[in-house]
């Protein structure tokens, strides 16, 4: 019996004393240096940073902007903006419409989002947790999201259907934790069903009732039609399926985008990520060195490319083919980091456990840092590039640090063995690198503050429980860390995938071993947690039960609960949940 189960109900009397409690003594050890940092992280977070990116148009795209609060923009021209308080998560381009873009949003960073359709700057709502709007045969579509009860047709839930014009017309076989996504072109559809982060179902056909699986595997991406033919994009062996050829890659390929002569592929290689162009017949025509595209999409003959990097917060390009020329380039927009604020970054190659050659970015200011913060991830094929993260480098900046930014298995940046490789029964290997870059810095006298988000946090959480004598601080946030109950809050089926069902006897032993929540121990290093109400993908419940029952064993253990949501918030929001974990950081390292 857990005895702090009760705190995964948030509407308990016992959970809502617990936070008030964490809170006050939070903000009583850490209020004065947060207040300090406060409308400096505020103002960070109000520079423009974009998320998204749409071709409709050869001349300008279609952006997606936060700078404060999210905007809709073409050109110079500001189509939405989005109310107080609610952040745009996604933009899609709708499929069979006149230049529409359909948006989802939430308030506070929630899951739980309202989609919009935009059109000649007028925004009409279409309904709550959708996704993927598009128009087929005339009606409008889309991907309905059930996350906190069953279907109308029954099923477990979380699931999904497609619905068309208010009928659900395909998705009933659908079983908790799988998810879709709808391509159209023209009459032709195109349904790839996802089972976790490797695997997926590519069905077409002229309806629904119509559709046939044409083929099964690591089936990623549908990226349009040539010749009548569907060119799709699957994992297995990096491969890019054309009409009359097959692109076979040596590297992991992120994204594809079509246009009308070429194939532009975006790929990873050394830790970055260059785009290689091909014409239709499979043949590469031209390359670009870029440091970590973010976001692709074409319209004819042009390509639009997003690009972010350490000291860049974002860039935009635009890419012209001309067949009979060749290729020819413009940047449409650029903003970089302040010179001041522009960091030192270094490849850090380490060998690990079973001869693993392991890769970090160093990203420094000063030669003498106060500490070296280790940031890691490693889990659902999301490879960690160059990027402006105001979470890595205000540390830096403002505070001293510097910060060791890992790839670690588990994530996407070597392939899909090396996902593998940190996944299911493999899930230590994650641990195991990390834990070997954490040797790695602490071999050079230096103080260590281990920190995670998410999947990360369940890295960080195991972490101090394998070599707390090596961790002087830690940071964990928003994180997954009962790994016995996961799959019973919130939408933690859709995991089951990554890390295995805890229902099954080969997967619960091996989960037991490793569970952060479930291996505590006293003697652990000082420790940030963090998480938010408004977070509704990884249970708050998670963060509360740890901090309660490693405080329950002597262990200092701070927790700060906020109003964000798991990955994004308003500005205000996060700057104060950022401020308070700076402040943990900096008082941490003057304690030791």
Request: hydrophobic share 35%.
């Amino acid at each position: 019996m857990d005895e702090y189960e009760y705190l995964e109900d948030l509407s308990d009397e016992r959970s809502k004393k617990f936070i008030d409690e964490m809170n006050s003594l939070t903000r009583e050890k850490l209020e004065r240096k947060a207040k300090e940092l406060y409308p400096i992280i505020l103002q960070k977070l109000k520079e423009p940073q974009i998320v998204g990116l749409v071709a409709y148009d050869t001349t300008n795209p279609t952006i997606l902007t936060l700078d404060g609060q999210s905007k809709v923009r073409i050109g110079d021209k500001t189509v939405f903006v989005a109310p107080q308080g609610y952040v745009i998560y996604q933009m899609w381009k709708i499929y069979n419409s006149e230049e529409q873009i359909g948006i989802s949003m939430g308030r506070k960073g929630s899951d739980k989002t309202t989609t919009l359709i935009i059109s000649q700057g007028e925004a009409k709502k279409i309904g709550e947790n959708i996704q993927n709007p598009f128009y087929y045969l005339g009606q409008l579509c889309y991907v309905k999201v059930y996350r906190d009860s069953a279907p109308p047709d029954g099923g477990d839930y979380p699931t999904q259907r497609v619905i068309c014009n208010d009928t659900m017309v395909w998705g009933k076989d659908l079983k908790p934790g799988e998810f879709i996504q709808v391509n159209v072109f023209e009459d032709l559809l195109a349904i790839v069903k996802h089972r976790g982060w490797s695997y997926g179902e590519l069905f077409i056909g002229e309806s629904f009732e119509g559709l046939r699986k044409i083929d099964e595997g690591e089936v990623i991406d549908v990226l349009g039609v040539v010749k009548g033919e569907l060119v799709y994009q699957k994992k297995k062996n990096e491969t890019i399926i054309l009409p009359d050829s097959m692109i076979r890659s040596d590297l992991p390929i992120i994204k594809a985008s079509l246009g009308i002569d070429f194939l532009s592929v975006e790929v990873i290689r050394d830790y970055r990520t260059p785009v290689i162009f091909y014409d239709l017949k499979g043949r590469k025509i031209h390359e670009k060195t870029l440091e970590n595209v973010i976001l692709m999409d074409s319209k004819d003959n042009v390509l639009y490319i997003a690009e972010t990097s350490f000291n860049t917060r974002y860039k935009i390009i635009r890419e012209v083919y001309d067949p009979s020329i060749g290729f020819s380039t413009n940047i449409i927009e650029e903003i970089k980091e302040d010179k001041e604020d522009q960091v030192k970054v270094k490849d850090v190659y380490i060998k690990g456990e079973d001869n693993v050659t392991l890769h970090a970015f160093l990203l420094t200011k000063s030669d003498r840092p106060k500490a070296v913060v280790v940031y890691g991830y490693g889990g659902f094929r999301i490879p960690i590039l160059p990027g402006h993260n105001i979470i890595h480098r205000l540390p830096l900046s403002r505070l001293g640090f510097s910060i060791l930014v890992t790839n670690l298995r588990g994530g996407n940046e070597n392939g899909e063995e090396w996902h593998r490789q940190g996944m299911l029964l493999n899930k230590k290997n994650v641990f195991k690198d990390f834990e070997e870059f954490v040797r790695f810095v602490k071999g050079f006298g230096g103080k260590v503050i281990t920190m995670g988000s998410s999947n990360g946090g369940l890295l960080v959480g195991a972490t101090i429980n394998d070599i707390p004598n090596l961790v002087d601080c830690a940071v964990i946030g928003h994180p997954v860390l009962d790994m016995l109950r996961y799959h019973k809050l919130y939408v933690g089926k859709y995991w089951i995938s990554e890390y295995g069902d805890p229902d099954k006897p080969e997967f619960r032993d091996y989960l037991a071993s490793y569970s952060p929540y479930h291996n505590i121990k006293p003697g652990l290093p000082n420790t940030f947690v963090y998480t938010g109400i408004s977070d509704d993908r990884v249970h708050p419940g998670h963060a509360l039960k740890y901090v309660a029952k490693s405080r329950s064993m002597g262990n200092n253990v701070l927790l700060f609960v906020n109003d964000t949501g798991h990955a994004v918030a308003d500005p205000e929001s996060l700057a104060l949940e950022y401020s308070y974990l700076l402040a943990f950081m900096e008082e941490c390292v003057k304690e030791r």
